[in-house]
């Protein structure tokens, strides 16, 4: 029968006489009308009776293809790295032994940041929510699921905190988005990372693009203009046009005569500029979220924070997210918890 198939999965089944049992604390209800969405007196629990699992064909297949594009993604940054590092450092170390280990050390820092924050933030947990006691009186006390729904995917409870992602079939704490240039969840315990990915990787596309630049200024065969300009013919319409063509012409032409070098160079820094601007955009999106002490879910559905307390839109917000002002005393939980029992 389908209301005892439901039961076993604790979701509350509402009967004729609209009696009904909370999958929280398993205390019996009694409804005042037949409500699909109803709060337990007791442990504060939320039960929709209109949410049911939902089936996620494909799941597998789709979860593979998302890591195998993870992995494309990171054969690609090591390709852009290699290849940097073979078009720029030669013409560098030719100029000066400085400046050759100088940007050797730059790119090696730049390139370790970037791959390394890219790794915990893709591989790392997204932040799974805490483990909870439900489904039984007087293991749940009074108020101890309030607010809390229950999550037909997972067969758990799901604190107000948290929100159930489909591309990766778990409940994730603080959850901002899914992302798919990871093929994770930005959640409670990655965000640190994913925000110092961004930002190692806005730094290390600037570099790329300036390095490419100045050094494909270095290498760039000289420009031959076919007919020589003359500065003093003053400036009109006609002048200027034939100036802007012969430019082009010599720039096209000189083009031509770039070595493997110089194109790899010309590539790494349109591609350079063009990724640096996606990605500042989605940096500047995501710090203007944390600074108004939201995630990118919570700005969506227009909700509160879990405590119910509005968060003020302050720059502590950004310090707090990357854990300063750093305290000692967080180290010592023990010793901090055991001195406020004392107090009480
Ligand atoms: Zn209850
Ligand atoms: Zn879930
Ligand atoms: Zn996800």
């Known amino acids: 029968m389908a209301d005892s198939e439901d039961k076993e999965q604790f979701v509350a089944t ?21 409500a699909p969405v109803f709060k337990c007196g007791w442990c504060g629990a939320v039960t929709n009776q209109n949410d049911k699992k939902r089936e996620n064909k494909w799941f597998w297949w789709k979860r593979l293809r998302d890591r195998c594009f993870v992995f494309v993604l990171l054969g690609f940054m090591l390709l852009v790295i290699g290849g940097g590092l073979w078009a720029v450092l030669p013409i560098l170390f030719d100029n000066s032994l400085f400046a050759g280990v100088l940007h ?10 970037t791959l390394s924050t890219f790794a915990l933030a893709s591989f790392g947990c997204a932040g799974t929510p805490p483990i909870i006691q439900w489904g039984s009186y007087p293991v749940v006390g009074k108020g101890h699921l309030e607010n809390y729904t229950f999550c037909h995917d997972c067969l758990k409870p799901k604190s107000p905190r948290s929100h159930h992602c489909r591309s990766c079939g ?112 989605l940096l500047w999106q995501q710090l203007s ?22 968060v003020e839109k302050d720059c502590k917000n950004i310090l707090l997210f990357f854990g300063c002002p750093f305290s000692v005393s967080r180290l010592l939980p023990t010793v901090r918890d055991s001195q406020k029992r004392h107090r009480k």
């Not at 919570?298 to 924070?305: M, Y």
């Open 170 to 281: 778990f409940c994730i704490l603080d959850m901002d988005h899914h992302c798919p240039f990871i093929g994770n969840c930005v959640g409670a315990a990655n965000h640190r990372h994913f925000i110092l990915f961004l930002i190692s990787a806005v730094a290390s596309m600037l570099y790329v693009a300036f390095m490419s630049a100045y050094v494909g200024s270095q290498i760039w065969p000289p420009l031959t203009y076919r007919q020589p300009l003359d500065p003093l013919s003053g400036i009109n319409s006609d002048v200027a046009w034939r100036t802007l063509t012969e430019s082009f012409l010599a720039l096209l032409n000189s083009a031509l005569l770039l070595t493997a070098r110089g194109l790899v160079l010309v590539y790494l820094f349109f591609a350079g500029i063009s990724v640096q601007i996606g990605l500042s955009v």
């Open 14 to 34: 509402v009967s004729e006489d609209h009696e009904t049992t909370c999958w929280g604390c398993g205390l019996r209800l009694i409804l005042p009308s037949n």
């Open 104 to 113: 050797s050390f730059i790119a090696a820092v730049l390139s370790l940041s």
């Open 289 to 310: 979220y944390i600074y108004e002490g939201k995630t990118y879910l919570s700005h969506l559905s227009a909700q509160r924070t879990a405590t119910d307390e509005v």
